[in-house]
């Protein structure tokens, strides 16, 4: 389950409903899944992608998108710090970026249009979609571990543009 952390309220929301209205209010879809079928310790990608197809199918139906991977992040991936530099820095996406979470922890930090900074600490079982153009930036949990599904309506509209605020130091 998601927590949403707002630190210049000094306020974290951990019920459901509350979560799910605070996202929603920010324009962030936020989902629980659970696999359509059991998904073994170990499953590879392709087991991973058969186990939420139903999931993975109707989000491709109602938001584009085209393809869907997985990715998995430890701290034995090389040159893990210099993938992870590229998203501690305030940018946006031109496509959305949808996430859903196998494995591990992550912070996706949201600097919304109007209202205060807000983070989503994201773990297994929720999905996150940051819609393109909104400012954000990520970063892993203590574990640094991930292992999720990735929707892209165009993987190449998935480059960072940073935004250059530097407001994420504020936040660090």
């Known amino acids: 389950m998601a927590i949403v952390n707002i630190p210049d309220q ?12 605070h996202l929603s209010d920010a324009g962030i879809d936020y989902e629980i899944w659970k696999p359509s079928r059991p998904v073994p310790a170990g499953a590879g990608a392709d087991e991973i992608l058969e186990a939420y197809s139903a999931e993975i199918e109707r989000l491709k139906a109602v938001g584009g998108y085209v393809t ?14 210099e993938m992870l530099a590229k998203f501690k820095n305030e940018h946006t996406h031109d496509d959305d970026e949808v996430r ?8 996706f930090h949201i600097h ?18 940051v819609p393109s153009g909104t400012r954000h930036w990520f970063d892993l949990c203590s574990e640094r571990r991930i292992r999720a599904i990735r929707l892209f309506k165009d993987p190449a509209g998935w480059v960072p543009r940073y935004t250059g605020s530097r407001i994420e130091e504020k936040y660090a």
Do not use: N, Q
């Not at 859903?100 to 912070?107: T, Y």
């Open 10 to 21: 000094h306020r974290t929301i951990t019920d459901v409903a509350a979560v799910l209205e």
């Open 100 to 107: 859903f979470i196998i494995e591990g922890r992550g912070i």
């Open 68 to 81: 869907a991977d997985v990715i998995d992040v430890s701290p034995a991936t090389p040159g893990l710090d």
């Open 112 to 129: 919304p249009e109007e209202g205060d900074v807000f983070s989503i600490e994201v773990a297994p079982g929720d999905l996150i979609c």
